[in-house]
């Protein structure tokens, strides 16, 4: 099976919506599926720093879609639902303002 044959696989390969960079040289990669991920571009290496599967305030982040690292190494970012996940875009759209 292709995981990137179509949009209808994205959950599986993920879809990174934002990058940014830190003061060290760091990447910071915020996916709708997977959550943000710190990059390490020297070496290839990896690591998920925040789950979007875990409940922030008692809500799911499930589409998070944009990042911006401040002078401090503070991380800023934004989920536009709640509610409903890349897939159901039109819902998120469509319902009641859940984003963050």
């Not at 915020?30 to 290839?44: E, S, W």
Request: some cysteine; proline content about 5%.
């Amino acid at each position: 099976m292709n995981l990137t044959d179509g949009m209808w696989q994205e959950h599986k390969c993920g879809r990174p919506l934002g990058m940014k960079f830190d003061k060290k040289g760091n990447l910071y990669v915020i996916d709708a599926y997977y959550g943000i991920f710190k990059v390490n571009v020297a070496t290839g290496e990896y690591k998920n720093i925040v789950n979007v599967s875990k409940p922030i305030d008692e809500k799911i982040p499930l589409l998070p879609n944009s990042i911006d690292v401040a002078e401090n190494g503070d991380l800023y970012w934004t989920t536009s639902s709640s509610d409903f996940a890349l897939y159901d875009l039109v819902f998120a759209f469509l319902g009641n303002p859940s984003g963050r």
